[in-house]
C-alpha cells in the first residue's frame, strides 16, 4: 500500500525560474575571474551547461552546491579545497540575496498536494537544495501545513540518487521502499527512485526533463496535477 509522495523540488513543484539560471552563469564567471581559470567552456559544460542549454542531468539542473564545489575544485587543484568551498558557498548566499529569485509554484500545486493530504497520503520534498532554500521555498509557498517530511542535501551529506539519502527518513517514519512513491523532472530522480527499489517511479515534464531523458520511470506526466488525475493508474 502507498503511503507516502515523495516530490521532488525545482521542476515538480516550483517552475524552473529564469533566474537561477542567471546566478549559475554568474557564478561560473566570478570563479574564472577569480581563479584566473582559462578553460571556460570545459568548465561550462562540466557543470551542464552545453552550447547555451542547461542538461536536465547536468549539476546546474539537478545537482547540489557540493556538485559544484568539486567542479569548482578539480579546475583549480592549485588552490585550497577548503577555500574553494568556503567561497562558493558565500558566492551562493551573495548572489540569492542580490538577485532575489522568484518562488513561481506548478500552477494548480496547492490545489493538488492538499488532494492527495485529503486521501490520506503523506507528503514529502525530496530534493538535492539545503534546508534553508526548502524551508524559503515552503514559506513562500504557503506549503508548510501539507507538508510532513523534508529529505534535503547538505555540503557533506548524502544526495540523490544515492539512497542512503532516505535511509533516517525510513526510521523515523517506519515505512518502507514499497510503500513510497517518488515524483521529479530530472534523469537524477529517476534513477533515485530505481536505486531506492521504490513502489513507483514517476516523470514529470514540468521541469527540464523531457521523455527520452524520463524514459526509466514507470510512467511519465506533464505535471504533478496529472500525476494526481491519474492516480488509479500508477497506484496499483
Do not use: C
Amino acid at each position: 500500500m502507498i503511503k507516502w509522495l515523495l516530490f521532488d523540488k525545482d521542476g515538480t513543484l516550483l517552475k524552473f525560474d529564469e533566474t537561477w539560471s542567471e546566478i549559475s552563469l554568474v557564478m561560473i564567471d566570478r570563479f574564472v575571474e577569480k581563479y584566473h581559470i582559462e578553460q571556460k567552456q570545459a568548465l561550462q559544460e562540466a557543470l551542464g551547461y552545453v552550447d547555451g542549454q542547461f542538461l536536465s542531468s547536468g549539476i546546474l539542473a539537478s545537482g547540489t552546491l557540493a556538485d559544484i564545489v568539486r567542479v569548482f575544485t578539480q579546475f583549480e587543484e592549485n588552490a585550497d579545497p577548503k577555500e574553494i568551498e568556503d567561497w562558493t558557498v558565500q558566492l551562493s548566499k551573495d548572489l540569492i540575496a542580490e538577485y532575489e529569485p522568484e518562488t513561481i509554484v506548478i500552477e494548480g500545486m496547492v490545489e493538488t498536494l492538499t488532494a492527495f493530504k485529503e486521501k490520506s497520503y503523506q507528503i514529502a520534498i525530496i530534493t538535492s537544495d539545503d534546508i534553508d532554500g526548502t524551508n524559503r521555498f515552503i514559506q513562500d509557498a504557503g506549503v508548510g501545513h501539507l507538508i510532513d517530511e523534508k529529505i534535503t542535501a547538505s555540503i557533506n551529506g548524502y544526495q540523490k540518487p544515492n539512497p542512503k539519502m532516505v535511509e533516517d527518513f525510513y526510521e523515523k517514519w517506519n515505512v518502507s521502499p514499497d510503500e513510497i512513491v517518488i515524483i521529479g523532472d530530472t534523469p537524477t530522480d529517476i534513477q533515485m527512485g530505481k536505486n531506492a527499489h521504490f513502489k513507483k517511479v514517476i516523470g514529470v515534464l514540468s521541469g527540464t526533463g523531457n521523455k527520452e531523458d524520463l524514459s526509466d520511470a514507470d510512467f511519465i506526466y506533464q505535471d504533478i496535477n496529472e500525476f494526481y488525475a491519474q492516480e488509479a493508474e500508477w497506484s496499483k
